[in-house]
Nanobody
Framework: QVQLVESGGGLVQAGDSLKLTCAASGRTFSATAMGWFRQAPGKEREFVAVFSWSEEGRYYADSVKGRFTISGDSAKNTVYLRMNSLNPEDTAVYYC??????????????????WGQGTQVTVSS
């Protein structure tokens, strides 16, 4: 069984920064991509960013481009999300997700095999 454990969420003020960490553990597992999604109250879960080891690429939602940076460490099966210039619209539960094989669209949550429990990010104005 593969487990994803997120950390780094919290309560911050608008303009502040946070760094989320997601580590995959469990049976032998090598992620081909790991990403972050978020869900705000009353809204559907949405894509935030993905780091692809198989494509050596990074993809971001338009709403976070230029503010968020995703990075990864394949040896540790860990992905990070650095979030700068946070605003109240970024308030949500942030979920880490991982895919262990080939995929077509890393921006779609349907592609992911494993999910973390989520970490709350709250940005006050």
């Amino acid at each position: 069984q593969v487990q994803l454990v997120e950390s780094g969420g919290g309560l911050v003020q608008a303009g502040d920064s946070l760094k989320l960490t997601c580590a995959a553990s469990g049976r032998t597992f090598s992620a081909t991509a790991m990403g972050w999604f978020r869900q705000a109250p009353g809204k559907e879960r949405e894509f935030v960013a993905v780091f692809s080891w198989s494509e050596e690429g990074r993809y971001y939602a338009d709403s976070v481009k230029g503010r968020f940076t995703i990075s990864g460490d394949s040896a540790k099966n860990t992905v990070y999300l650095r979030m700068n210039s946070l605003n109240p619209e970024d308030t949500a539960v942030y979920y880490c997700a991982a895919v262990g094989g080939p995929y077509n669209n890393p921006l779609s949550d349907h592609e992911y095999d494993y999910w973390g429990q989520g970490t709350q990010v709250t940005v006050s104005s």
